[in-house]
T-cell receptor, first 114, second 112 residues
Framework: DGGITQSPKYLFRKEGQNVTLSCEQN?????MYWYRQDPGQGLRLIYY???????QKGDIAEGYSVSREKKESFPLTVTSAQKNPTAFYLC?????????????FGNGTRLTVT | QKEVEQNSGPLSVPEGAIASLNCTYS??????FFWYRQYSGKSPELIMF????GDKEDGRFTAQLNKASQYVSLLIRDSQPSDSATYLC????????????FGKGTKLSVKP
């Protein structure tokens, strides 16, 4: 079955440590996205990639980094520079990045930093 | 600043009733509109999308778009307890989906 796999489901880290969240898709989608969701808040875009080896910052990119070396994979690194990293992180993909391509989401990773 | 507004709810309806969820947006140039359902602790699932003024029906769901008034709504007919979830409205302000803005969602509760 095609889909988007995020791992791990839960992640715990100490403050000051970098952590990388995995996102893999086998839908053959060109575009991939990372969102962050905080309680009672809408989804906020961190980074997105329209094609391999290219990505753009979203609204809240500070303290995060990404890479897109393969079409299937779009890992997100939460660095120690991110002041408030505890959140629910959602990876999504779409066939292409145009306005009429619906996003499909992975199951999310819940990150807790103490 | 481009905004997508939704009533946070909770919106409570009895089983079998019609649930009406509304969303307003600030930019007249918006091109596409999406409704997602999110169960507690889970990721959003796409329900419907609409691009043109008017109604679009899919099973028990109807999306209604009025660009002149800058609102989009989602009607759920014959509501079921399994429809209880948070419904997210998302609006694309043009160009790539990097310009997709999500509302904070409306929590729907369907009482048996």
């Amino acid at each position: 079955d095609g889909g988007i796999t995020q791992s791990p489901k839960y992640l715990f880290r100490k403050e000051g440590q970098n952590v990388t969240l995995s996102c893999e898709q086998n839908l053959n989608h060109d575009a991939m996205y990372w969102y962050r969701q905080d309680p009672g808040q809408g989804l906020r875009l961190i980074y997105y990639s329209q094609i391999v080896n290219d990505f753009q910052k979203g609204d809240i990119a500070e303290g995060y980094s990404v890479s897109r070396e393969k079409k299937e994979s779009f890992p997100l690194t939460v660095t120690s520079a991110q002041k408030n990293p505890t959140a629910f992180y959602l990876c999504a993909s779409s066939i292409e990045s145009s306005y009429n391509s619906p996003l499909h989401f992975g199951n999310g990773t819940r990150l807790t930093v103490t | 600043q481009k905004e997508v507004e939704q009533n946070s709810g909770p919106l409570s309806v009895p089983e079998g009733a019609i649930a009406s969820l509304n969303c307003t947006y600030s930019d007249r140039g918006s091109q596409s509109f999406f409704w997602y359902r999110q169960y507690s602790g889970k990721s959003p699932e796409l329900i419907m999308f609409i691009y043109s003024n008017g109604d679009k029906e899919d099973g028990r769901f109807t999306a209604q778009l009025n660009k002149a008034s800058q609102y989009v709504s989602l009607l759920i007919r014959d509501s079921q307890p399994s429809d209880s979830a948070t419904y997210l409205c998302a609006v694309n302000y043009g160009g790539s989906q990097g310009n997709l803005i999500f509302g904070k969602g409306t929590k729907l509760s369907v009482k048996p």
